[in-house]
C-alpha cells in the first residue's frame, strides 16, 4: 500500500457517503449528532493528528510536533498559504475552509469540539454533529493533498473520493488530465516543469 493515510481517508469519505443516506449533507442538518457521527469524528480528527505530525517530520524533522500549537506554527512557517486551501462537496453544493483560522494563529474551533467529545463525551456528545464533522473530513482531505504533493501531481494519488474534491480555483477538470494547483506549490503543470528541469545535468 503506497499511501495508507490516502486509502484510509478514502473509507472514511466512503462512510459518509454511505450516512447521508440518511442525514443529508446540507446547512439545515449541520447540527445533526449521531453515533455513527461520533465514530467517524472521533476517527477523522486522530488521524488528523498522525497525518499532521507526520507533514511537520517531512517539513522540519528536528522542530517539536507534540499537539496542533506545534503542527500550525511548523506547517504555516513552510506553508504559509495553506490555511486558504478550499475543499468542496460538488453533489451537495458545499464549500469548506477548514484550516482558515490558522491565518489568525489559533485552532479551528471544530478541533476544539473534538478534544470536548473525545474527553468528555456525556458533556459534549452533540459537537459531534454533522457541521463539526465535514470540517474535520474536509481538514484531513487537504493534509493529505500538501503530504503526498508528488504522488497528486504525477496522478498517482488513485482513486478520487466519492465526496470531497479540490475547489476550482485549485484544480482545472476540462482536460484529459486535470491540472492541479495546491496555493504553495503552483500548478501541477509548473512543478512538472521545475522538476525537469531540476532533474537534467
Not at 472514511?12 to 453515533?35: G, H, M, P
Request: glycine content about 2%.
Amino acid at each position: 500500500m503506497n499511501y495508507p493515510h490516502w486509502e484510509y481517508f478514502l473509507a472514511l469519505d466512503a462512510d459518509l457517503e454511505q450516512a447521508a443516506r440518511f442525514v443529508a449533507l446540507e446547512s439545515a442538518n449541520f447540527s445533526s449528532y449521531s453515533i455513527e457521527f461520533v465514530h467517524l469524528y472521533l476517527s477523522t480528527c486522530s488521524e488528523i493528528d498522525v497525518v499532521a505530525k507526520a507533514l511537520c517530520a517531512q517539513i522540519a524533522p528536528h522542530e517539536k510536533r507534540e499537539n496542533i500549537d506545534n503542527y500550525r506554527i511548523v506547517i504555516t512557517e513552510k506553508y504559509p498559504k495553506f490555511p486558504t486551501f478550499k475543499a468542496v462537496i460538488p453533489r451537495y453544493g458545499l464549500e469548506f475552509q477548514p484550516w482558515k483560522d490558522w491565518q489568525l494563529d489559533k485552532n479551528p474551533a471544530w478541533w476544539q469540539s473534538y478534544n470536548n467529545v473525545k474527553h468528555e463525551r456525556t458533556k459534549y456528545f452533540t459537537e459531534a454533529k454533522l457541521e463539526n464533522l465535514l470540517d474535520a473530513l474536509a481538514g484531513l482531505f487537504l493534509l493529505l493533498l500538501y503530504s503526498y504533493q508528488p504522488a497528486l501531481y504525477d496522478h498517482k494519488l488513485l482513486p478520487w473520493p466519492n465526496l470531497f474534491h479540490l475547489h476550482a480555483d485549485n484544480y482545472q477538470p476540462f482536460r484529459v488530465v486535470g491540472n492541479y494547483m495546491l496555493p504553495d506549490f503552483g500548478t501541477s503543470d509548473e512543478w512538472k516543469k521545475q522538476k525537469k528541469l531540476s532533474s537534467q545535468p
